[in-house]
Nanobody, 126 residues
């Protein structure tokens, strides 16, 4: 399974941004039972859970710091997951990673994810 994240950039506080992650690979295409998640890592910090969505796209899970501002969604037909980010703050600045896990639940722990993308940088200026 390969994951390609995109959509990062430099924005101002209060702006919105939408990240995309496309999954590919024969196994992924055939077996749709993958939960997807977004994590982020700021310089000098540990990687932090942001959001996750079930394989069916019907169950979501969010980190406390982004609840009410970020929205995760998926398009199963396109093997894609998205992260809509509103009301961005400077503390949202980080490299954002998408991840996939075998098993459909939207878990929040890194150890539960089997595949990781390369990350996309989000920088929010004050």
């Amino acid at each position: 399974v390969q994951l390609q994240a995109s959509g990062g950039g430099l924005v101002q506080a209060g702006d919105s941004l939408r990240l995309s992650c496309v999954a590919s690979g024969r196994t992924f295409s055939v077996d749709g039972s993958y939960g997807m998640g977004w994590f982020r890592q700021a310089p000098g910090m540990e990687r932090e859970f942001v959001a996750a969505i079930s394989s069916s796209g019907t169950v979501t899970n969010y980190g406390d710091s982004v609840k009410g501002r970020f929205t995760i969604s998926s398009d199963i037909a396109k093997n894609s997951v998205y992260l809509g980010m509103n009301s961005l703050k400077p503390e949202d600045t980080a490299v954002y990673y998408c991840a996939a896990r075998r098993g459909g639940l939207p878990r929040s722990a890194e150890k539960d994810y089997n595949y990781w993308g390369q990350g996309t940088q989000v920088t929010v200026s004050s």
